[in-house]
């Protein structure tokens, strides 16, 4: 299957998902998963996606920030309650200094679906695999994503960066490692 198929059938299944539900399993095992990070960007969902901002509330010691889209660019941004549409509806921060993405211990990438590997498919405008390139080698990667989209393949393109971790509803997957 093509790309552009797959992002089709995802969006497909992504309407059926009780999103609520699995936040609510997913988010302890999201917690567990970065537990120890002090600066972790999380990203603000398109409709369809799960929030991972929950984490807020359990890691009151971590600091948090979300992406602000710039001509091709993520920005780092620290995580406020005064968020505004920005490009493609997205919720981002209206205020503060970008900082650089070296600052950051983990980043929550969204997706429309993984595989056991690590590689996502993202919405194909490539701003993440243009962000997850200038991350510290050290910085944790966490795709956050219901087990009906983690599949056993997905296509890849040379650009495409995989994940370090995938929490889904049945717990804390390291990719290439046999797990929940």
Request: proline share 11%; net charge neutral; charged share 30%.
């Amino acid at each position: 299957m093509t790309k552009a198929t797959l992002r089709r059938w995802a969006r497909e299944v992504r309407r059926e998902l009780d999103l609520a539900a699995f936040e609510k399993k997913a988010l302890p095992h999201l917690a567990e998963a970065l537990e120890g990070k002090k600066h972790v960007l999380l990203y603000a969902p398109l409709p369809g996606e799960p929030d991972p901002r929950g984490l807020v509330e359990r890691l009151p010691a971590t600091s948090f920030y979300l992406p602000r889209v710039e001509g091709e660019a993520l920005l780092v941004l620290p995580y406020s309650t005064r968020l505004e549409r920005g490009a493609f509806g997205v919720l981002e921060p209206s205020e503060g200094e970008p900082l650089p993405p070296e600052v950051l211990d983990a980043v929550v990438v969204p997706a429309l679906a993984y595989d056991r590997r690590g590689f996502r498919l993202g919405q194909g405008k490539g701003y993440y695999d243009r962000f997850l390139k200038r991350l510290r080698e050290d910085t944790l990667t966490v795709g956050f994503i219901p087990g009906a989209l983690l599949l056993d393949r997905l296509p890849t393109d040379p650009w495409d960066v995989p994940v370090r971790r995938i929490v889904t509803e049945a717990g804390v997957l390291e990719p290439g490692v046999p797990g929940p």
